[in-house]
């Protein structure tokens, strides 16, 4: 099974040192607002950690291809992800004050995460919120769809089906449009 912990080595406890990682991450279903995007393989990571004397910096990328619905016509679409990872660990040290989790006073308590006691990293949510920022927020099967019948609910795209326009509808959008007003107006030629 693929996973993305990382076990940090003795050498990164240095200032300035670095190490690279790389892995595979089984990552069946990420969702995004209101679509589901499926990871049919497993998605492609590779890191490197940084040493800045008291924090650990996670810098890399993350890569894949799922499938997913589009949003006018259901029709199913893959689409090809690349994010880019970031995160930034503490590393607590015996010459820092310890502080209670609870400790309005612990530097960056809200903004980062603490290096775990035993020095495993799990990258996973990283990896999630890297190819989150990546999907797109309205899958298209392509730019120019034209989704499905509001009537019969027929795929538009394989032609037309018959129904007509729909005359409610199509009043709707007219007395929505905001230059309704101007349809009857004769312009000076």
Known sequence: MSDAKIKIPAELFAMAESSHFEGELELPLLQAGPDDFYFEEPVEWSVDVTN????LLVMG???????CECSRCLEPVVYDFEGQIEGYYLVESSDQPDYDEDDEDAP???????????????????????????????PLCRDD?????PTCGAN????????????ELEAF????????????????E
């Open 61 to 67: 990328t993350a890569s894949g291809s799922a499938r």
């Open 108 to 138: 960056g308590a809200d903004e980062f995460d603490v290096l775990p006691a035993d020095h495993v990293v799990d990258l996973t949510p990283l990896i999630s919120a890297a190819l989150l920022v990546d999907a797109p927020s309205m």
């Open 145 to 149: 769809c034209a989704g499905l019948c």
């Open 52 to 55: 800045t004397g008291a924090a």
């Open 156 to 167: 538009l795209n394989e032609g037309d089906c018959g129904c007509g326009p729909d005359e």
């Open 173 to 188: 959008k007219r007395e929505s449009n905001p230059f309704a007003a101007l349809v009857d107006f004769k312009f000076d």
